[in-house]
């Protein structure tokens, strides 16, 4: 591929979703990058065969073939490592990660997760947000760090909670949201307008990110930084 595009290594536990909007969109010239992996902790993942499909080149690396996290951790860097990325996306990837990962690929590696961060870090977002009462839900994508889905957040979508809502109906709406957000925030990443600053946070366009760009579910894909 073209060298203006920039290489990606996508690493995926599951469906693969998030990675078939990520290829969409590179299909359509939305989005300047090459995906030269898509590397899984689970050999079951369906999204290697949306991987195989687009013919990029698939790797597992079964977490259960491994005694540690560390173990495990430092034989996924060196699978990484070889397509030799500029960008690590975590779509869907279902691991806890170590400080030495984290650190090893710290402010070139993204991830997206079905909450609005801070709100909902972990497991069960879409039950956790209904039993809560909250009015409002959505999507964040954020820089990854050692902390677990703590790392600043980029953009956030906002999906309103409707009555009657059910875990999977909200996790549906939410998740047409990541699908838009996701492959924006590489795009700006990708064009060298996001980077992770020296002071922790976000900078986009040449500024610190004072607190994510918000996207309402009903507003332009590419909505402008604000």
Do not use: C
């Not at 709100?119 to 069960?124: E, M, R, V």
């Not at 040449?206 to 009903?218: E, F, K, M, Y």
């Amino acid at each position: 591929m073209s060298s203006s595009r920039l290489p990606i290594v996508v690493l995926i536990s599951g469906s693969g979703s998030n990675l078939q909007a990520i290829l969409d969109a590179a299909a359509r010239g939305e989005l300047p990058v090459e995906v030269r992996a898509v590397i899984s902790n689970r050999p079951d993942a369906k999204g290697l065969a949306r991987a195989q499909q687009a013919g990029i080149p698939t790797v597992v690396v079964d977490h259960t073939a491994f005694a540690s996290r560390q173990d495990y951790d430092r034989a996924l860097m060196a699978q990484i490592d070889r397509f030799a990325p500029k960008l690590v996306v975590l779509a869907g990837f279902m691991r806890l990660l170590t400080d030495e990962f984290t650190s090893h690929y710290a402010g070139r590696m993204l991830n997206i997760h079905p909450s609005l961060l801070p709100a909902y870090k972990g497991l069960h977002t879409h039950r956790r947000a209904l039993e809560d009462g909250a009015g409002e839900h959505g999507a964040s994508v954020h820089f990854v760090t050692a902390e677990l889905d703590g790392g600043p957040v980029i953009v956030q979508a906002r999906v309103p909670v409707h009555p009657g809502d059910t875990p999977e109906r909200l996790a549906e709406r939410v998740l047409e949201q990541e699908h838009r957000i996701y492959p924006q925030a590489i795009r700006w990443f990708a064009e060298g307008r996001l980077r992770l600053g020296e002071d922790g946070r976000a900078w986009l366009d040449g500024r610190p990110l004072n607190a994510p760009v918000q996207v309402d579910a009903d507003s332009p894909s590419d909505a402008p930084p604000g």
